[in-house]
């Protein structure tokens, strides 16, 4: 647990890990509490584009997890940039009516979009994602908040993003640009946002490849937390081998006193 002592800040997935199904897991609070009290650093960095950062922020206060803006880094939120630096292409959106409102400064084209822009989002069918092929097939760009596999809500596992994304690249051949978790440069902003290097934070999650392999990628040490969609036998499964473990975020204050 050495390194997760001598960290000097640290980033948090924040589904399966601080809350789920809508509600804070047990000790999260007061593990953020804890962080606040001894002034150490940390970014939520999330693959979640279900919501805004701005409302993200909203349901995370209502639960008990106080933070501001600025300490999430989402997938949704670096989407914008992330595009602007493709040159602003007309877009076709898969996103939720609440992301999308952050993206109006882009050009809408349903017809024939240079790029079309997949995240979470639960309006699928067969006659939208033959649409999103189609436009691939027409020369469109696949961007991709991220291509999780499925994460935990109370009642099971939830199938994410990721099949429609991998579904698509496999039917055009085209691989899709991912924006969030495991890309480098998403961490990469939340090292600038901290001014700390790969070194000198840990990256906590219940996702072996976005936010394990993800971190590791980058020089940062990876830490699976059990809960969320941890399970027995995952990780032997996988050829991941994470830093460390911890059972739950509510054991970081342990941690960091001993
Ligand atoms: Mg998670």
Known sequence: MD?????????????????????????AIDTLDYLRQKNIPFRFLTNTTTKNRKTLQIKLSEIGLKCIEEEIISAGYVGIDFIRKMCSPSCRF?????????????????????????GDFDDWTFDLLNQAFQHVMNG???????????????????????????????????????V??????????????????????????????????????????????????YHEGMVESSGIDPDDFINSIADLPTILNS
Do not use: W
């Open 94 to 118: 898969f996103i939720t009516d609440n992301l999308k409102k952050d993206y109006s400064e882009f050009e809408e084209n349903p017809e024939k979009p240079e790029a079309i822009v997949i």
């Open 140 to 178: 469109a760009e696949i961007i991709a908040f991220h291509k999780g596999k499925y994460y935990k809500v109370d009642s099971g596992l939830r199938l994410d993003a990721g099949g429609f994304v991998v579904a698509l690249e496999f039917a055009t051949g085209k691989k899709a640009q991912i």
């Open 180 to 229: 969030g978790k495991p890309n480098k440069a998403f961490f990469q902003c939340a090292l600038d946002d901290l001014n700390l290097t790969p070194e000198e934070v840990v990256m906590f999650g219940d996702d072996l490849i976005n936010d394990v392999q993800g971190a590791q990628n980058l020089g940062i040490s990876g830490i699976l937390v059990k809960t969320g969609k």
């Open 3 to 27: 390194l997760i002592r001598n960290a000097k800040g640290f980033l948090f997935d924040l589904d399966g890990v601080f809350y789920q199904s809508g509600k804070a897991l047990p000790g």
